[in-house]
Structure formats: C-alpha cells, structure tokens
T-cell receptor, first 115, second 114 residues
C-alpha cells in the first residue's frame, strides 16, 4: 500500500545535539512538507519542497534544516539552535499537478523529547 | 491574510446525537477548505474538502460540511455520533495563490459519551 513512513516514532535529544527525523513516501508525490504540532496550536509549517533539490522555509524554519536529494525522501534535522524542540513532528506530501488544490497526506509523526 | 478560527476547543456529545464543529475562515482569495481528523499519536486523515464545486461537501464516515461564503464558515456536521469519532478535528484553509500551503485552525477535541 502507498503511504508516508516516518521514523522513529519516538526520539530523544540531548543538549547540544542534532537529530534527524526520517520521512519517506511511495505515493509518487512531488511536494513534501514538515510541520510541528504543539498542544492547542494546530500545525505550523517548518519547511516544504515542491521538487527535488529545491525547498523553501515555512513559518518557523529557524533551528531546522532539510534536504531533498530524492523524490521519495525529505529528512528534517533539528539542530542545537532550536531551543524548544519538544513537539510532535508531522511529514506530509501531495501532488502539485491536477485540477485545483491537491490534499496533503500525512505520516504518523515523530514525537521528539529533550533528555 | 488568511486565517482559520475553530470556535470551540472542546465539544462533548452523547453517542447517537448530532455533531457540530464550527469553523470560520478569513481569506482575501477564493479559498479551498479541508477538514482533517487526528486520533491520538497519529497523523492527520482527510475527512473532506471544498474546492469551489458544490457548497455541501460529503466526506468519509458520515461527515459533511457546508461552505457559506456570506458567513465565511465551513462547519462540520454528522447526524449521529459514534464512539470511534472521538478525536481532534482540524479546519484548514488554503488557496491557489498561496502555493498549496495550508493554514490550520487550533483544533477541536471531540469527546463522545456512551
């Protein structure tokens, strides 16, 4: 079955450490997205990519980095510069072509906590 | 600027009674609107979408929503709640000029009592 796989499901970060969250999709979608979810705040966009080797900052990109070397993969690195990284991170993907706005499909998320 | 307001942070209903989750949006352009559902520690699942076709949109699991431009609303309804409907629901807006970037409401947690 096609879908989006995020790993790991739970992740712990030490002070000063960078960690990388994995996101893989086999839906043949061109666009991929990273969101951060905090209680009572909905989802906020961190980074997005419409095509391989290209990505743009979202609303809260500071302290995060991404790469898009393959269509199927869009890893997110939470750097030590992100001072409040504890959150639930969601990856999504969508088509970019076709009539109208294409809905985004979501993975099951990674919960990041600070040790 | 575009924004979404979900008018209730929590809604509690009894099993078998109607569900109403309210959403108002603000957008300078013709919007596309979505409702997503999230069960605990899971990703978001698309319930339904409005993209300028019929104003009454039917989704999965018996949910539907009506787009009312004059009221800038997109409320989600279901005639009869089921225990499995207990989850968090997000109203989301976007528009073509914004490049498919989504703007999320803060969410409404639906509790279903037996």
């Amino acid at each position: 079955d096609g879908g989006i796989t995020q790993s790991p499901k739970y992740l712990f970060r030490k002070e000063g450490q960078n960690v990388t969250l994995s996101c893989e999709q086999n839906l043949n979608h061109d666009a991929m997205y990273w969101y951060r979810q905090d209680p009572g705040q909905g989802l906020r966009l961190i980074y997005y990519s419409q095509i391989v080797n290209d990505f743009q900052k979202g609303d809260i990109a500071e302290g995060y980095s991404v790469s898009r070397e393959k269509k199927e993969s869009f890893p997110l690195t939470v750097t030590s510069a992100q001072k409040n990284p504890t959150a639930f991170y969601l990856c999504a993907s969508s088509h970019t072509r076709g009539a109208g706005i294409q809905p985004q499909h979501f993975g099951d998320g990674t919960r990041l906590s600070i040790l | 600027a575009q924004s979404v307001t979900q008018l209730d942070s929590h809604v509690s209903v009894s099993e078998g009674t109607p569900v109403l989750l309210r959403c108002n949006y603000s957008s300078s352009y013709s919007p596309s609107l979505f409702w997503y559902v999230q069960h605990p520690n899971k990703g978001l699942q698309l319930l339904l979408k409005y993209t300028s076709a019929a104003t009454l949109v039917k989704g999965i699991n018996g949910f539907e929503a009506e787009f009312k431009k004059s009221e800038t609303s997109f409320h989600l309804t279901k005639p009869s709640a089921h225990m499995s409907d207990a989850a968090e629901y997000f109203c989301v807006v976007t528009f073509m000029e914004y490049g498919n970037k989504l703007v999320f409401g803060a969410g409404t947690i639906l509790r279903v009592k037996s």
